[in-house]
């Protein structure tokens, strides 16, 4: 089963989850990004690697997190974790072939990406603060 990823879409999904504007990814991408250019970004299916190099750095996501995040896979393995039925944890979930182990570290991955996520948006705000208190 070929995989179908929009870069340029988990580039926004994570820009989202921490809570940073188009405008704000783009001064920090540098002085020839605008918010238009950022939009035109997330519209492409494939980022050119040293351009994911650069929006990593700046949104502190490891590059494979763009490259591989499917949100559907995502969606399935929620889906198939509960018990519509009776709203009971289903014991027996389906994980298309998974091993467990691959999705624990998935799991564990994801808190840190979340806590990741949480100290960049906190970064971001004592940022933004410190250039409000400058002006």
Do not use: C
Not at 82 to 110: A, C, M, R, V, W
């Amino acid at each position: 089963m070929e995989k179908n990823i929009h870069q340029g879409r988990n580039v926004k999904r994570f820009r989202e989850m921490l809570g940073i504007k188009q405008e704000a990814l783009a001064l920090d991408l540098g002085d020839e990004w605008n918010q238009k250019k950022v939009s035109m970004l997330e519209q492409k299916d494939v980022i050119e690697d040293h351009l994911l190099k650069k929006i990593s750095g700046v949104l502190n996501i490891p590059v494979d997190a763009f490259k591989n995040f499917v949100e559907e896979h995502a969606v399935n393995i929620i889906a198939n974790t509960f018990n519509d039925t009776q709203g009971l944890i289903n014991y027996s979930p389906i994980f298309n072939n998974n091993p467990i182990d691959k999705l624990i570290q998935l799991h564990e991955d994801k808190i840190a990406l979340y806590e990741r996520m949480l100290k960049e948006k906190d970064d971001m705000m004592d940022r933004l603060e410190g250039l409000i208190k400058n002006k």
